[in-house]
């Protein structure tokens, strides 16, 4: 698999983490522990932004959960995936 490819996946993992991921918490915080306290969805992502410009943790995790979970799937792969000899 190439170089490129992996990349590929690594970018996919971050668009999904930058764009859908932080609005199916703010659903899901909204749906089991009620509405956001400081108010609606644009609320929360800019919160959200504001927290990964100031470097908190929380916000960094979840920005880099899917990227990471990515990278350490495309590396087990390509580890243990077994390779067909084309002869």
Known sequence: ?????HVGWLVAAAVF???VLPVL???T????????SRGGLQQFLGD???????LRPAAW???LGPVVLVAAWRVLVAL???RVSRG
């Open 48 to 54: 959200f932004l504001a927290d990964l410009a100031g």
């Open 80 to 82: 243990l995936w077994p």
């Open 17 to 19: 983490a930058v764009a």
């Open 29 to 36: 915080g909204a749906a089991t522990l009620g509405p956001y």
């Open 1 to 5: 698999m190439s170089f490129r490819r």
């Open 25 to 27: 918490v703010y659903y």
């Open 61 to 63: 995790l979840l920005l």
